[in-house]
């Protein structure tokens, strides 16, 4: 299986290479995940991950170069069936593998990213039901970062049904259920994204410009995670995002600006803004 070449360590590990990336094994949406380019910086690191892993342990990962990006896809039992392969659109560090969109069609050759995503399936024994796959396309050819048995965490099954018109949500819930499952074709639109809301720092007093932000042409759905009183910190997380927009367009790049036309209409009151202009 092409995949970053990896160890597990539940203490020091100063002979690994680096750089490297070091995250729990266990958990999801970079907990406790670091970027490490200093080797100064490895012990640190591994302390983090293992404080924040169920298991006590952490994964420290070669860094892989290229563009990622994400296969969702649905098994039916016999056939594994990639519906949409998104552009990951990511931060840069201290936020490091924080999606800022998730945008398709992807502008890169997914075919061999298709093919290492089913392999991967294959070897975990994922018969029937989602799955969502994250991919970098690097130099050496696409390697497996992660794969998890269920719908993307980051709106991708609203992705799907924007972009081709399968409800991915409702397969993953017959499955479940155990019910007969049919994967319609897809019935593909031009481009679509989901373009993620990057909080100021402080603590949430409001919110403006989300009615303004849905009546823009070929936004689907716009929201705020969070409620007055929520108190934002530095963003390093998945969790640390405050909203999305999901759009269409005649192309991949038409949602994208339109998606970033609405997202600059909502705006985030925080005490930090207030801040800010008061000096």
Same mark, same amino acid.
């Given at each position: 299986?092409?995949?970053?070449?990896?160890?597990?360590? *539940? %203490?020091?590990? /100063?002979?690994?290479?680096?750089?490297?990336?070091?995250?729990?094994?266990?958990?999801?949406?970079?907990?406790?995940?670091?970027?490490?380019?200093?080797?100064?910086?490895?012990?640190?690191?591994?302390?983090?991950?293992? +404080?924040?892993?169920? %298991?006590?342990? *952490?994964?420290?990962?070669?860094?892989?170069?290229?563009?990622?990006?994400?296969?969702?896809?649905?098994?039916?039992? +016999?056939?594994? #069936?990639?519906?949409?392969?998104?552009?990951?659109?990511?931060?840069?560090?201290?936020?490091?593998?924080?999606?800022?969109?998730?945008?398709?069609? +992807?502008?890169?050759?997914?075919?061999?990213?298709?093919?290492?995503?089913?392999?991967?399936?294959?070897?975990?024994?994922?018969?029937?039901?989602?799955?969502?796959?994250?991919?970098?396309?690097?130099?050496?050819?696409?390697?497996?970062?992660?794969?998890?048995?269920?719908?993307?965490?980051?709106?991708?099954? /609203? %992705?799907?049904?924007?972009?081709?018109?399968?409800?991915?949500?409702?397969?993953?819930?017959?499955?479940?259920? %155990?019910?007969?499952?049919?994967?319609?074709?897809?019935?593909?639109?031009?481009?679509?994204?989901?373009?993620?809301?990057?909080?100021?720092?402080? /603590?949430?007093?409001?919110?403006?410009?989300?009615?303004?932000?849905?009546?823009? /042409?070929?936004?689907?759905?716009?929201?705020?995670?969070?409620?007055?009183?929520?108190?934002?910190?530095?963003?390093? #997380?998945? *969790?640390? #995002?405050?909203?999305?927009?999901?759009?269409?367009?005649? +192309?991949?790049?038409?949602?994208?600006?339109?998606?970033?036309?609405?997202?600059?209409?909502? #705006?985030?009151?925080?005490?930090?803004?207030?801040?800010?202009?008061?000096?």
């Amino acid at each position: 299986m092409p995949q970053p070449s990896w160890a597990i360590v *539940a %203490g020091p590990a /100063e002979d690994l290479p680096v750089p490297c990336v070091v995250k729990p094994p266990d958990r999801q949406g970079q907990k406790g995940l670091t970027l490490v380019e200093e080797r100064g910086e490895l012990s640190a690191a591994i302390s983090e991950a293992v +404080s924040e892993s169920r %298991g006590g342990c *952490a994964l420290v990962e070669e860094l892989v170069s290229g563009p990622e990006v994400t296969v969702n896809a649905f098994s039916d039992g +016999s056939v594994f #069936r990639a519906l949409v392969v998104n552009d990951r659109l990511t931060a840069e560090p201290p936020a490091f593998g924080v999606a800022l969109a998730h945008a398709w069609p +992807s502008e890169h050759d997914v075919a061999g990213a298709v093919d290492v995503a089913w392999k991967a399936a294959e070897a975990l024994g994922v018969k029937r039901g989602p799955t969502y796959t994250q991919v970098r396309l690097s130099p050496d050819g696409p390697r497996v970062m992660e794969l998890a048995g269920r719908l993307g965490g980051g709106h991708d099954a /609203e %992705g799907c049904e924007a972009a081709v018109r399968i409800d991915l949500n409702a397969l993953a819930i017959r499955a479940a259920l %155990g019910e007969p499952v049919e994967v319609p074709d897809p019935d593909p639109i031009g481009g679509a994204c989901v373009r993620f809301l990057v909080p100021p720092e402080g /603590e949430l007093l409001g919110v403006e410009g989300v009615d303004d932000a849905l009546a823009v /042409e070929g936004v689907l759905d716009a929201r705020v995670y969070r409620r007055p009183g929520w108190r934002f910190g530095p963003f390093r #997380r998945g *969790a640390d #995002r405050a909203g999305f927009v999901l759009a269409r367009g005649d +192309s991949r790049d038409d949602a994208l600006a339109r998606a970033d036309k609405a997202a600059a209409l909502i #705006r985030l009151e925080t005490t930090h803004a207030e801040a800010l202009v008061e000096s």
